[in-house]
């Protein structure tokens, strides 16, 4: 998953008009225009259509989201401030798919240290699929993460009974005091009578 394979990914699922409304969309992002990027984002499923991406590369995408993350790379970052800022207005106003197809980008965006502390925050959500956007078939946990926020992350997938085997780096960031907090999770629900995921049991005993 890198920045140039997104829009060779996305382009085979254009029409020549979307194509189009997508470029010119583009041009005005680029040159700073930062209501062009929140129109663009909006108007994203109604000009591109929100078919699956079907690409190895980007999981579970869909068009719609891979057309507002093309038009976020355009947006200048050249000035730091000016461009979080814009971030975190694009994730407050955003509705589900926009918030998913936010944090599913983390990996292509500038900024992966401050980009780390709103991922952070999108963990709370109380909406599966935004979580999972950040926690599933996303390698910016594994490499922006400290050992705190990884071990909430895969804790919280488990209290919410989400699978942690498509934890990117799952076993390669294990850590003390996981092991601790996954051993004791394991051993609560054993004790209540309760089944241990599968996906847990093989990674414990992995």
């Known amino acids: 998953m890198t920045v140039p394979d997104l ?18 969309q583009q041009e005005k992002v680029a040159a700073g225009d930062e209501r062009a990027l929140f129109l663009g984002f909006g108007l994203a499923p109604r000009k ?17 989201q891979a057309a507002r993350i093309v038009l976020l790379q355009a947006f200048p970052t050249e000035d730091e401030h000016r461009w979080l800022t814009a971030y975190d207005k694009l994730v ?31 963990l709370r959500t109380n909406v599966k699929g935004v979580f999972e956007a950040i926690a599933h078939d996303n390698p910016f946990p594994q490499h922006h993460f400290n050992d705190a926020r990884w071990n909430q992350m895969v804790l919280k997938a488990l209290f919410i009974g989400s699978s942690v085997q498509p934890i ?6 294990m850590n003390r005091d996981l092991a601790v907090m996954l051993h004791g999770y394991a051993d609560e629900r054993r004790a209540a009578g ?12 992995g």
């Open 194 to 205: 309760r089944d241990v995921p599968a996906d847990l049991i093989d990674l414990l005993n």
């Open 92 to 122: 407050d106003a955003a509705e589900v798919r926009e918030q998913i197809a936010l944090y599913r980008a983390l990996p292509l965006l500038p900024f992966p240290h401050e980009l780390a502390d709103r991922a952070a925050d999108g």
């Open 48 to 64: 591109v259509g929100k078919a699956e991406l079907n690409d190895a590369r980007f999981p579970g995408w869909s068009v719609d």
């Open 7 to 24: 829009p060779a990914a996305l382009a085979p699922h254009l029409s020549a008009d979307a194509a189009a409304w997508l470029d010119a």
């Open 168 to 173: 990117v780096g799952l076993r390669e960031r």
